[in-house]
Every structure is written in structure tokens, then in C-alpha cells.
């Protein structure tokens, strides 16, 4: 025999979908940071100086030739340097005791998690915004990124880097789509080659952040690349590893504070850094601009 009235999913929906369903908090869609995978580091928390200097120390010209009895010479080192400045960016939320006790969500979790993005957010954004420093630059808002723009960004960055340690390439979303299409069409018969894999793995998908490895240069897609020559976008290469073309200097790491102020009901939660970035070798950046 049925129970007439009992009480059952339908007269719970509301209970059952936020406090047994939707047990974690669903993140908004947001771009990838891929910024300090590009850049070298820099630690002063140990030093007494707020500021960073690089010295470059430039190549002496060829030896001269020396007849016996000559007299010799003497050259100075030439050295140039560049100087990199810390500053604080913090970023902080206010939390009630109903919105701690409101849910079986962890709210307190999710404000920690929001502050440490927005801080990084803010750090991604002075790393990849170095593209509209660079001093190097080739292209156009009008250049479509095809596979022999490809190679000209390759080789021109070749010309002016020498031998780069490592490298690593920062396109737009619409750079990777101009790459991607004429791989596709115009030359689809790399695709039946052994060139075919690793450029549709680099190239094709549909997730940004780190892609793969296209000619030997880990490729980043991220659309905080910034505007470049009025309406382009301003991909670019650097060197990275032991000799970066960029530099995040850090006097204090991400750093976290939660507390209960006397005179409010709640905490403050709040994540804070010391931080600078900087070019310090232009010659290791090339600014590769692109059609939108």
C-alpha cells in the first residue's frame, strides 16, 4: 500500500539543491594565469633594498693582433643595468557571520580563494601587460598570424636572441584561430606528416593556458595579451630560464591575513604581495603584433 502523503524529494527541491547538491562553490569562468611561467624570479625578501638591479655585461669587440714587442692595450668592461622597483597590491573582502553560517558551503574557503586570485590577477595582468614595453617589435594590426608570420616571429627572435637558454611564445585566442586555420587549409599535408600532431595539439582544442610545445617554443594562450598598434594584439617570445628576457621581483610572497575586527561583527580576509616586473634584456623580447 502506497503513503498518501509523505514527504519526499519534491517537497524538499529547495533543501535538497543548496545544502545537499550544490555542496561546493562553482567557479566563474576566468582566463588562465600562465604569466610566471614566462618570466625568471627574484626573492629580496632577505635584502634590505626595495629595488632590483640586472646588470648586462656587454661582449668586449674581437682581440687585436699583436706583432712581437708590441705594446699592448687595455678595454673596459662595458655594463649596462636594469633597475626593477617593488610596490604592495592588496585586495580584501568582509565577511558577516550570516554569510559564514548561511550554508553548508565553506564561504570562508571561497573569500580566501577570491582575495589570492585577485592579487595573482593583478600580478598576471603587469607580466603580460610588459608586451607594450618591448622595444622590439614586428607586424601589425592588420597581420594575420598564419604559419609563415609563424616563422618570421621565429626567425626575426633567432636574429636578435642568439641562443636562447629556453624560450616560450604568448599568443592571443585570435593568433592561435589564425594559426590554427591555416595549418588547416593551406597547409594540410603537414597534418599527414610527422609535423601534424604536435601542431594540432598546439594549435587546436579548446582550452587557453598552457597548450604545447610547436617548434620547439612551449606555446601560452591567453586573451590578457594586450592591445598592440591601435587595434592588434601584442603576442610575443621571450627568453626564459637562466637568462629572461622578463623578471618578477618580489619582496613579499602572496601573503594571507584573516581578522575579527572589535568593532564589527565579522572577519576581514585579506592577501597582499610586494612585487615588481620588469624588462631587463630587450633583446631576449620580441613583440609579435597581430590582427584581431
Known amino acids: 500500500m502506497a503513503i498518501a502523503n509523505f514527504t519526499g524529494t519534491t517537497a524538499l527541491t529547495n533543501y535538497i539543491d543548496s545544502e545537499w547538491i ?12 600562465v604569466g610566471e611561467s614566462v618570466v625568471g624570479y627574484v626573492d629580496l625578501s632577505p635584502m634590505s633594498t626595495r629595488t632590483y638591479a640586472h646588470p648586462l655585461l656587454s661582449r668586449m669587440t674581437a682581440a687585436a693582433a699583436y706583432a712581437e714587442g708590441d705594446e699592448f692595450s687595455s678595454t673596459t668592461m662595458a655594463t649596462v643595468e636594469q633597475t626593477i622597483a617593488v610596490g604592495m597590491v592588496s585586495k580584501s573582502t568582509f565577511l558577516t557571520p550570516q554569510a559564514r553560517g548561511a550554508t553548508v558551503l565553506d564561504s570562508a574557503a571561497a573569500a580566501v580563494r577570491n582575495v589570492v586570485d585577485a592579487v595573482r590577477q593583478k600580478i598576471e595582468n603587469d607580466i603580460i601587460g610588459l608586451s607594450s614595453s618591448m622595444s622590439n617589435t614586428i607586424g601589425t594590426n592588420a597581420q594575420t598570424f598564419d604559419l609563415d608570420y609563424w616563422n618570421t616571429c621565429l626567425t626575426t627572435f633567432r636574429a636578435q636572441a642568439k641562443s636562447p637558454n629556453m624560450a616560450a611564445a604568448v599568443l592571443h585566442p585570435d ?9 588547416v ?5 603537414l597534418f599527414g606528416s610527422s609535423f601534424g600532431p604536435p601542431a594540432a595539439d598546439a594549435t587546436g582544442g579548446v582550452r587557453q593556458g598552457a597548450r604545447a610545445v610547436l617548434d620547439g617554443l612551449p606555446i601560452y594562450e591567453t586573451d590578457a595579451v594586450p592591445v598592440a ?7 610575443f617570445i621571450v627568453e626564459t630560464g637562466a637568462n629572461p628576457g622578463l623578471m618578477l621581483v618580489v619582496k613579499q610572497a602572496l601573503s594571507l591575513k584573516i581578522d575579527s575586527p572589535a568593532n564589527a561583527l565579522g572577519e576581514w580576509v585579506n592577501c597582499h604581495s610586494d612585487y615588481g616586473t620588469g624588462i631587463v634584456d630587450s633583446n631576449r623580447c620580441l613583440q609579435c603584433v597581430s590582427r584581431t
Open 175 to 183: 593568433a592561435v584561430r589564425d594559426l590554427h586555420g591555416d595549418l
Open 185 to 189: 587549409t593551406a597547409n594540410a599535408a
Open 229 to 235: 598598434d591601435t587595434t592588434g594584439w601584442g603576442n
Open 22 to 33: 550544490a555542496r561546493q562553490l562553482r567557479l566563474a569562468v576566468e582566463t588562465p594565469f
